[in-house]
């Protein structure tokens, strides 16, 4: 008897794996420097510009090697099969 076909998207779930690890890996990289940017906002600085302006030159240096960083933790947890959703059935 035919075995009945089973939607497993796993191409998806790296793709959405790969954008939570390169968020993640941009947020630890640029922390230090969001953070001391925003201690240092004068009081008259409207908050939303300012944020933005701080977090948009903290992550200037970073983005490739939160990418680079992002696809190194992805290999290495693929290889290591314990992402959830892309587990071998057995």
């Known amino acids: 008897?035919?075995?009945r076909a089973r939607f497993e998207?796993?191409?998806t779930l790296i793709l959405v794996y790969f954008v939570a690890f390169v968020v993640?890996?941009?947020l630890v990289l640029a922390a230090?420097?969001?953070a001391a940017g925003l201690r240092e906002l004068?009081?008259?600085?409207?908050?939303?510009?300012?944020g933005r302006e701080t977090v948009r030159?903290?992550?200037d240096g970073h983005i490739l090697t939160a990418v680079g960083a992002a696809v190194v933790s992805l290999g290495a947890l693929l290889w290591l099969?314990?992402?959830p959703g892309?587990?071998?059935r057995s």
Do not use: S, T
Not at 42 to 50: K, L, Q, V, W
């Open 1 to 3: 008897m035919a075995e």
């Open 9 to 11: 998207p796993r191409f």
């Open 42 to 50: 004068p009081p008259d600085a409207d908050p939303a510009e300012a």
């Open 57 to 59: 030159r903290a992550l």
């Open 81 to 83: 099969r314990v992402l």
């Open 32 to 34: 230090p420097e969001i």
């Open 24 to 26: 993640a890996w941009g």
């Open 86 to 88: 892309l587990k071998p």
